[in-house]
């Protein structure tokens, strides 16, 4: 209760950009507002009925004015959208090397999931200044994984991956919120999110242990599932053969293509019919309330692994 | 002054069932007026209770379900049993057929209709807050209204369902009233602001209404029924829901400051003694608002997972639909240069609204920016944002133009001295209450959290005080308008020195509000070179 916070860490170099932009914002608020009140009082007391203050100056061509302030407004505000959606175009374009983590908001946790095979909860463990993506899925309703030192925020909607990407520059220890309305215990689905050095982060991924990578848990899954059983060779149906095919483009029997990420492997196991591959029948059944979403996430990191380059996932 | 009052509106029947029969638009607003000072005070019950509990980082009053029902009662009465009718149901109902020289509105039969219906939604909602309320958020965002909630989900929808009728049916009226009824030589542009003001909210009463309508069938279907709509689980996609509420619930926030805003027009010209500064820009912003604000839905959700293109587009619309607003503002400014300014009760209230409007107006830019919307939406940077434009701007409104007519409503005078000081500690509570919550969303305080990590607790802790300020500065009037009301002065004819038609009849006005049909011949807000009224229409 002592001291009075009034600005938050930052702890990425974007997060100093967005500081920028809205000190920018609140200068012109400043000065706006400051203009506005000040006009408030200053007529107020020159103009109050009993001054004899000079009212002998009536404006009359008031079309000066409106177009002067319409135009000045205008030409503001298009500068701050440009400002605000250059910034925001920036969250839309992750690297393509970056750290990838699964991570899983239910009602009440966040659950994240490293290539590593190391899983927490309610924490989120990153290196410093290493660009990390996560993937994120919901379990049940919708959440918001919110790191406000990262100024970033990404709702996760039930029934598609979300993904967002930051690379922090600050070690420390920093809020994890969910900021989505979700139920009973909205308010304490978080935690934290460490950001540590290299070595740190390399001791602390040792000490998870992490018994088997995600990929390696994604094959366990692909064989249980019965997935293999297809779409490996020497199966009984004629289903297509994974290897390679992650991150590279589909032909659809509809005669559209489309790019082998993880929302389209996900979405084939959940609803195979709606997008199948040119030349083969659309015999798949659908694993849609049959798998979690922890387990889609290592069937996911699975096929990346054997994808052309390897996968990220594999590392 | 203490002559047996004249034949007036309120004399001319008694009984209970004059009143719940009537079909005098100025009855009907009254019987608005009493229904939305109770939920008025029910919403604002629920908002005590909310600072209460968020004075300590933890549970402070109860579970986090009983926060949880806290807050979505809050919003859901506040939302649709008090804001959106509040101005438009009560003084636009009263006021618009007198500034425009007509018997009533059009459909008087429809209006009372309205009421009713209001009511009825008004009922079935309290009833499922009491039998233990819901805990969607009012929001009722998918897929957690259908399968997730606990409570009265069916019934609370219901009821506001019920209500969207009223706006409905109020919309239509207006719209009709204010074009077929219009006095001889009352143009267009002879309309008062708040006239036009109403109109404008009018159209996006009736246009936007059937859109929330619409949307809340489809809930309950998902939710009863188990049809997919919205939920994943059933094949539904949770962001239809969104684009279909916020398509009706953005322009509701314009159903709720246009009006506000058309009486701050009234107010502004009035105690300065001046025409109002642009007329034709005012009014001409008030249609933009309305048009615009149907293409600005999208900003609610720039991190809910929709189109990048989408969000680039809706945050361009979004600094569009400021240019009006701002321009208002300049035009409330101008006109007091040069004026004869007074400082009633009616002025303070027009003050503190253009000084918190300007204030809700740009951080709503901060809002649009879209990388600072990442970072401080769902925080109380929102929360304060909307408050700043809803209270701060709304409600002084309803209250500028409640202390404005009350004198023609009522036909009593209230003590100016004690109306002054509520308007200025309403100010200064609303100041101290909001304020903080600036400051705690850009911390990344998110809302809707019961419990809260400890630093952010000092800023609760002042928000809290000042709320208590703020419902002092809202309960007062309750006091001095009863006060008024049993001993008050009676009040002239034009107390305010004013020039609308309004106040060319008695306070209060006879049934018919005219005695003859006025003949307007000059644009509102005329004056002398001395500050003398020139009315609209010669009376008599």
């Known amino acids: 209760m002592a001291s009075f916070p009034w600005w938050p860490q930052a702890a990425s170099g974007y997060a100093s950009e967005v500081d920028f932009l809205f000190g920018s914002l609140l200068v012109i608020a ?10 408030l009082l200053f007529f107020a007391n020159k103009y109050r009925h009993t001054s004899n203050a000079d009212r002998s100056g009536t404006t009359k061509k008031t079309w000066r004015w ?53 899983r927490e909860i309610n924490e989120l463990h990153v290196p410093v200044g290493q660009d990390v993506r996560l993937v994120l899925a919901s379990q049940d309703v919708i959440h918001s994984f919110y790191v406000p030192a990262l100024r970033i925020k990404q709702d996760v909607v039930p029934g598609r991956y979300e993904t967002m990407w930051f690379q ?27 950001v540590m050095d290299a070595r740190a982060y390399g001791d602390w991924l040792k000490a998870q242990g992490g018994e088997m990578t995600l990929a390696d848990q994604g094959q366990q899954l692909f064989r249980r599932y019965g997935c293999s059983g297809c779409h490996e060779s020497g199966g009984t149906v004629r289903a297509p053969q994974l290897e390679g095919v992650f991150g590279s483009p589909v032909p659809l029997s509809n005669g559209s293509v489309v790019i082998a990420d993880d929302k389209y492997i996900r979405d084939s196991i959940l609803d195979p019919k709606a997008q199948v591959a040119a030349g083969y029948a659309p015999v798949m059944p659908t694993f849609a309330g049959q798998i979690s979403e922890d387990d889609l996430a290592k069937l996911v990191a699975y096929i990346e692994s054997i994808g052309p380059s390897g996968g990220r996932a594999a590392r | 002054m203490l002559a047996p009052p004249n034949l007036s509106y309120l004399n001319a029947k008694t009984g209970i069932r004059s009143w719940l029969l009537t079909t005098d638009h100025k009855r009907i607003a009254l019987l608005y007026f009493a229904s939305i000072t109770f939920f008025f005070a029910v919403g604002g019950i629920a908002a005590t209770l909310i600072r209460f509990e968020l004075i300590t980082p933890g549970p402070t009053l109860g579970s986090p379900d009983f926060y949880n029902r806290l807050f979505t009662m809050h919003g859901i009465i506040m939302v649709w049993f008090f804001l959106i009718p509040s101005i438009p149901a009560t003084m636009g109902n009263f006021m618009i057929p007198m500034m425009i020289g007509a018997r009533d509105l059009a459909f008087p039969r429809l209006n009372l209709a309205s009421w009713y219906f209001y009511i009825a939604g008004g009922i079935v909602t309290i009833t499922a807050l009491l039998l233990g309320g819901v805990d969607t958020g009012w929001t009722f965002y998918e897929p957690y209204s259908t399968f997730y909630a606990t409570g009265y989900v069916i019934l609370t929808v219901f009821g506001i369902f019920l209500s969207g009728f009223s706006s ?53 279907v998902e ?72 293409l600005v839905w999208g900003h609610h959700m720039f991190v809910a997972g929709q189109a990048l293109y989408a969000s680039l587009a809706f945050s361009f619309l979004s600094y569009l639909v400021a240019v009006p607003s701002a321009v208002k503002v300049f035009n409330w400014i101008a006109t007091m240069h040069e004026g004869w300014i007074h400082f009633d009760a009616p002025m303070l209230y027009a003050f503190g609204f253009i000084g918190l409007f300007t204030v809700g107006g740009l951080t709503g830019l901060f809002l649009a920016a879209l990388a600072v919307d990442v970072h401080v939406t769902d925080t109380y940077f929102v929360v304060a944002h909307f408050h700043y434009i809803m209270v701060g ?41 909001f304020f903080p919550q600036f400051i705690l969303g850009y911390l990344g305080m998110p809302r809707r959290y019961q419990s809260y990590p400890p630093e952010f607790q000092v800023w609760h802790v002042l928000s809290s005080a000042g709320a ?21 002065k009676r009040a002239p004819a034009n107390p305010w020195h004013a020039t609308g038609l309004e106040w060319t009849t008695p306070s209060p006005p006879p049934p018919a509000n005219f005695e003859e049909t006025p003949v307007v011949i000059r644009p509102p807000y005329q004056y002398d070179r001395e500050g003398n009224p020139l009315m609209q229409a010669d009376n008599g």
């Open chain 1, 30 to 39: 400043a000065l706006t507002s400051g203009l506005v009140f000040f006009l």
């Open chain 2, 168 to 220: 409905i049916l109020t919309g239509l009226n207006f719209i009709v009233t204010t074009h077929k009824l219009r006095a001889p030589g009352m143009t267009w542009y002879r309309l008062p602001v708040f006239v036009w003001s109403t109109y404008a909210t009018s159209l996006i009463l009736v246009l936007a209404t059937p859109v929330l309508a619409m949307t809340l069938i489809m809930l309950l």
């Open chain 2, 393 to 433: 701007g709304a409600v002084m409104g309803y209250f500028g133009g409640l202390h404005y007519w009350w004198p023609k409503i009522t036909g009593r005078l209230y003590p100016d001295y004690w109306a002054r000081f509520a308007a200025i500690l309403a100010f200064f509570g609303f100041n101290l209450t």
């Open chain 2, 468 to 488: 208590s300020i703020l419902a002092v500065g809202y309960a007062l009037p309750l006091f001095y308008f009863s006060w008024s009301i049993l001993k008050g």
């Open chain 1, 66 to 118: 409106e177009i002067g302030w319409t135009t000045a407004s205008l030409l503001i505000f298009v500068g701050l959208a440009v400002w605000g959606a250059n910034l925001y175009v920036h969250l839309y374009n992750p690297p393509p090397d970056a750290l990838q983590i699964f991570v899983v908001g239910k009602q009440w946790m966040w659950k994240a999931e490293h290539p590593g095979g190391q």
């Open chain 1, 168 to 194: 922090a520059d600050k070690v420390g220890r920093y809020h994890l919120f969910c900021a989505e309305y979700c139920g009973t215990d909205h308010a304490h689905m978080g935690g934290w999110v460490t």
């Open chain 2, 223 to 294: 939710r009863v029924f188990h049809v997919g709509i919205f939920s994943p689980q059933l094949g539904g996609d949770p962001l239809l829901f969104q684009h279909m509420f916020w398509f009706y619930s953005h322009p509701a926030v314009y159903i709720m400051i246009l009006p506000s805003m058309g009486v701050i027009s009234e107010l502004v010209p009035v105690f300065a003694r001046k025409p109002l500064f642009g007329y034709e820009f005012v009014v001409w912003c008030s249609i933009a608002i309305a048009g615009i604000g149907f």
